[in-house]
C-alpha cells in the first residue's frame, strides 16, 4: 500500500507533510534499490491514486521505472498516515483518511507470477492471502512472469505453468501482535518462508516489550529468547525468522535438520543380489545384498545414504550506519531502519540517520529481491540492511541520480559499492 504521510517529530523538529510513504513505497524502494535497469522492471507494485494524489509523487513513483500499477480511484481521497516520534522516541502511527485494502483478487497475472511476496497483516489473513494467491497461481496461463530474465525458466510450484516456487514474507502488523493471537501465528508459520516482526510486534506476541528492565534498551536476549520458542512451537526447516531491532541490526533464525545426499557406489546391473540369497541368515550373510534391492536406485546402483545435519542459523547481522562507520566512535548508532518502533535522538545530531520511517519496509524488500535471486539469508539480510540504510538518510524517498560514468546512484552513493562495503565490515563472502 502507497500513502500520503505526515511525519511529526518531537520540538523543535517541524513536521513533514504530503511526504511519500507507506509500507507497500517502501518495500518497492527497497527492491528497486537493487535493481538497476532494464531489472527495474521486475519489481511490481500497486499504488491507488485518489482524487488529491499530488502529480509530483506520481513522477517521482514512474521516475524509478519499476512496473508500477497506477490505479484511477478519484471516488476517494488517497491514503493518508500519521506518523508521530513521542517520548524516548516511540513511534506511533494512524491513518487519516481510509485505506485500501489489496487483496489477491487485485493482483494481476504479471503480479501474481511475482517470485516473492510481502505480505503486511495479521496471521489470519496472511494465511488466507497465502492460500488465494496459491489457487491464482496454479490458473496461469504457461511462461507468466513478471520478470522477463525469467520467463524461459521452468520452477517446482506444481501448478503445471512452470511458474517457480513463490516465497512469501510475512510482517504481521503491531496492533495484532498479542498474546492471543500466538496461536493464529504458529498456525501461519508452516505457509510462509519468512517471518518478520519488529522487536516490540515480536515481543508483543510473548507479552513482553522486548527491553532490558534496567536500560530501557532493546533486549538482544528477549529477541532470542522468543525466536527459540517460536522455532520450537513450530519446528520445521521450511521457514526463518528475521527480527528487525533498530540500532541492534536485525537477528535470523532458523531451524537446523537433517540433509540428505546419496552416492552411488555401484553401477552393477541385471540381477539383483538379494534374489540370489536363500534360507535363513549364516555368520557370513552379505547384509548389503540382502537388503540391495531396497537400496537401489532407478539405475541398478547401490544408494548409500549419509546424513549431513544443517546447524540452522542464529546470527546477529548488524545495521550499516553505526557511530563506528560513520563518525569514527565506538558505539552503534541507535534507530538504525531495521526497525522503526525506537531511536535515539543522537542519530540526529550524529551520523547519517535522518529519519527511520519505512527502514523495516524497506529492508524487507532488499531481502524479497536477494531471496528472488537465489541468495543465502544471510546475504539476503546485508541487502536488507544496505537497502535501510538509503531510506533513513533523508525524510522520505533517497534521491535516483547518476555520476560521471552513467551508472546509477541514490544519494549520490552507488548501492552496490555500499553493499561490498558492508561485506567487508560483516567479513563474509557472498
Not at 484511477?72 to 485505506?99: A, D, H, I, M, V
Not at 542459523?313 to 552503534?332: L, M, V
Request: hydrophobic share 35%.
Amino acid at each position: 500500500m502507497s500513502n500520503q504521510d505526515e511525519i511529526e517529530y518531537l520540538p523543535p523538529t517541524p513536521p513533514a507533510k504530503d511526504v511519500l510513504g507507506g509500507a507497500g513505497t517502501y518495500s518497492a524502494l527497497g527492491a528497486r534499490l537493487f535493481s538497476p535497469p532494464p531489472r527495474s522492471e521486475s519489481v511490481g507494485w500497486i499504488v491507488d491514486k485518489g482524487s488529491d494524489f499530488p502529480p509530483d509523487l506520481e513522477a517521482l513513483i514512474t521516475s524509478w521505472g519499476t512496473s508500477v500499477l497506477l490505479r484511477e480511484t478519484p471516488e476517494r481521497l488517497t491514503t493518508r498516515g500519521w506518523n508521530g516520534y513521542l517520548e524516548q522516541e516511540n513511534r506511533s502511527f494512524r491513518y487519516t483518511t481510509p485505506k485500501k485494502r489489496l487483496t489477491a483478487e487485485d493482483l494481476t497475472p504479471e503480479l501474481l507470477a511475482s517470485r516473492t511476496f510481502h505480505l503486511i497483516c495479521s496471521p489470519t489473513r496472511c494465511r488466507e492471502l497465502v492460500l488465494d494467491i496459491k489457487d491464482k497461481r496454479a490458473d496461469l496461463p504457461a511462461f507468466v512472469s513478471s520478470d522477463p530474465e525469467k520467463a524461459h525458466e521452468g520452477g517446482d510450484d506444481a501448478t503445471g505453468n512452470q511458474l517457480p516456487k513463490p516465497i512469501f514474507i510475512w510482517e504481521p502488523v503491531p496492533d495484532l501482535c498479542t498474546p492471543d493471537q500466538l496461536l493464529n501465528c504458529t498456525n501461519v508459520l508452516p505457509l510462509i518462508d519468512v517471518m518478520s516482526p519488529n522487536h516490540a510486534e515480536l515481543a508483543g506476541f510473548m507479552g513482553d516489550d522486548g527491553l532490558d528492565p534496567e536500560t530501557g534498551e532493546i533486549s538482544t536476549r528477549a529477541v532470542e529468547r522468543a525466536c527459540e520458542q517460536l522455532l520450537g512451537s513450530m519446528p520445521l526447516q521450511s521457514f526463518c525468522i528475521i527480527v528487525r531491532a533498530g540500532e541492534k541490526g536485525c537477528y535470523l533464525a532458523r531451524n537446523g535438520g537433517r540433509k540428505r545426499t546419496h552416492k552411488h557406489k555401484s553401477k552393477r546391473k541385471g540381477k539383483k543380489p538379494s534374489a540370489l540369497l536363500h534360507g535363513g541368515l549364516q555368520p557370513d550373510t552379505d547384509m548389503e545384498a540382502l537388503f540391495a534391492g531396497l537400496l537401489q536406485d532407478p539405475e541398478g546402483s547401490i544408494a548409500r545414504e549419509e546424513i549431513e545435519v544443517d546447524p540452522g542459523i542464529e546470527r546477529w547481522i548488524p545495521a550499516f550506519h553505526t557511530d563506528a562507520h560513520d563518525n569514527g566512535g565506538d558505539n552503534p548508532v541507535e534507530g538504525e531502519g531495521a526497525s522503526e518502533n525506537t531511536t535515539g535522538e543522537k542519530n540526529r545530531r550524529q551520523g547519517k540517520v535522518v529519519d527511520p520511517t519505512g527502514g523495516g519496509n524497506t529492508f524487507l524488500g532488499g531481502l524479497a529481491v536477494a531471496l528472488a535471486r537465489g541468495k543465502g539469508l544471510e546475504e539476503a539480510a546485508a541487502w536488507g540492511s544496505v537497502a535501510a540504510s538509503f531510506a533513513i538518510e533523508q525524510v522520505g524517498m533517497p534521491t535516483l541520480g547518476h555520476d560521471d560514468e552513467g551508472r546509477e546512484t541514490w544519494n549520490g552513493v552507488r548501492v552496490d559499492e555500499r553493499f561490498e562495503e558492508f561485506k567487508t565490515r560483516l567479513a563474509f563472502s557472498c
